[in-house]
């Protein structure tokens, strides 16, 4: 299937229904978000709880890569076969089903291949609302939806850690967990909720959706990388520059909430201008931006207001690249570079933390910032450079 724009049958629909069905589809991943955010913590602490190393724990982790990574391929192939509703279901079920398991069988070597298991219906659930969100929009309105999308998930993302907070580290967590995900499912079960016509079955080819949109895959690498590393080192980047903990607790919860209040605003302009002109904007804001960071932390109200502006700034250079790709492809394609996507997003969240803690060891003051400019500033120049429109 050739690369074009969504087909025109997504864009007849009534808008009210299209709304409906486009809510519907962002109340499903959101729920899910909750869900993975809270399963995440949740494991790690039990395993920490049972007295399992650092090590053990990170390896258990790994496993949800590991489950990505033989997910994706298979997921255009799915998504033809199955259908996006029959497949989303599926993954919120599977989804809940492993997370009930987790508090069923005690034995931790079984939750290995319970974690490759998670991460596989993960990536199908993620890749699978992110291609229905896409088909359901129309073209005027495709960065707004986007934005809703992705502001939405990481709402859910938040909430996630928070609910656990109050539950705590149970079996009962597990419970709660298990049955969130599969009532997710309730949000896409209803026939008024539009699905995607299905595609013709087309064999696996991750190389070629690499080549058909290497700007996309590289704008998921950077947010990746960029934002596992800074969720696991800006509180202890805040407190060597002098804050307390506390503090610097709440500087994260900033950068978290200005990630999902300014992605309507950049929808707004991605809907209005040229979105790779406006990934490209943002990506160089960004790298100038988070060099100010280590003058802007001397001042705390300063500080608050450049990491909430930074957090919305840097995700949505994501945020217009999932309209972007949404503008070109269609079917299998849109399936399948979205399923790359997350290929490259476990790979982004593997090599960031590392660089950043390199980068930390070599300047406490100017490493982190210094390793996010950089990194923004590279993925422009790659962007500037490249022939393909995403």
Not at 19 to 27: E, Q
Not at 236 to 262: D, H, K, N, P
Request: one cysteine or more.
């Amino acid at each position: 299937m050739q690369a074009s724009t969504p087909s025109t049958a997504a864009i007849a629909l009534p808008r009210w229904k299209r709304r409906l069905s486009v809510a519907a589809v962002v109340a499903a991943a959101t729920t899910f978000g909750l869900t993975y955010s809270l399963s995440a913590p949740l494991i790690a602490m039990s395993l920490m709880a049972r007295g399992h190393t650092s090590l053990f724990i990170g390896v258990n982790a790994a496993m949800h890569a590991l489950g990505v990574l033989l997910a994706a391929p298979l997921l255009p192939g799915l998504a033809a076969k199955l259908g996006a509703r029959r497949l989303t279901v599926f993954a919120l079920i599977a989804a809940g089903v492993l997370l009930f398991l987790f508090r069923l069988w005690p034995m931790v070597w079984v939750w290995f291949p319970l974690r490759i298991a998670l991460g596989a219906s993960a990536e199908a659930l993620f890749v699978m609302s992110e291609t229905w969100t896409n088909v359901l929009s129309d073209e005027g309105t495709r960065g707004r939806t986007m934005a809703i999308y992705t502001a939405a998930l990481s709402l859910g993302m938040v909430l996630g850690p928070a609910l656990l907070s109050e539950v705590g580290v149970n079996n009962h967590a597990f419970v709660i967990g298990a049955v969130i995900s599969v009532c997710a499912a309730l949000f896409v079960l209803p026939p008024w909720v539009l699905a995607p016509a299905r595609s013709a079955p087309e064999p696996a080819r991750p190389l070629r959706y690499l080549r058909l949109a290497p700007v996309a895959i590289a704008t998921t690498i950077l947010n990746a990388g960029v934002e596992t590393a800074g969720l696991s080192f800006i509180a202890l980047y805040a407190t060597g520059m002098g804050w307390g903990e506390q503090r610097a607790m709440q500087l994260i919860s900033t950068l978290m909430l200005g990630a999902i209040v300014l992605q309507i605003p950049i929808g707004w302009l991605a809907d209005k201008m040229d979105k790779r002109r406006l990934a490209l904007t943002l990506a160089w804001i960004s790298a100038f931006t988070a060099l100010l960071w280590p003058f802007a932390l001397q001042e705390t109200r300063l500080a608050f207001a450049m990491v909430f502006v930074w957090g919305g700034l840097f995700v949505g250079i994501y945020t217009v690249m999932l309209a972007m790709v949404g503008s070109r492809f269609q079917g299998n394609d849109l399936v399948g570079v979205y399923a790359v996507m997350g290929l490259a997003w476990g790979a982004g969240a593997l090599v960031g933390p590392s660089v950043a803690g390199v980068a930390m060891l070599g300047s406490a003051k100017f490493g982190l910032p210094g390793m996010i400019a950089a990194a923004c500033a590279v993925f422009a120049l790659f962007m500037m450079r490249s022939r393909s429109r995403t």
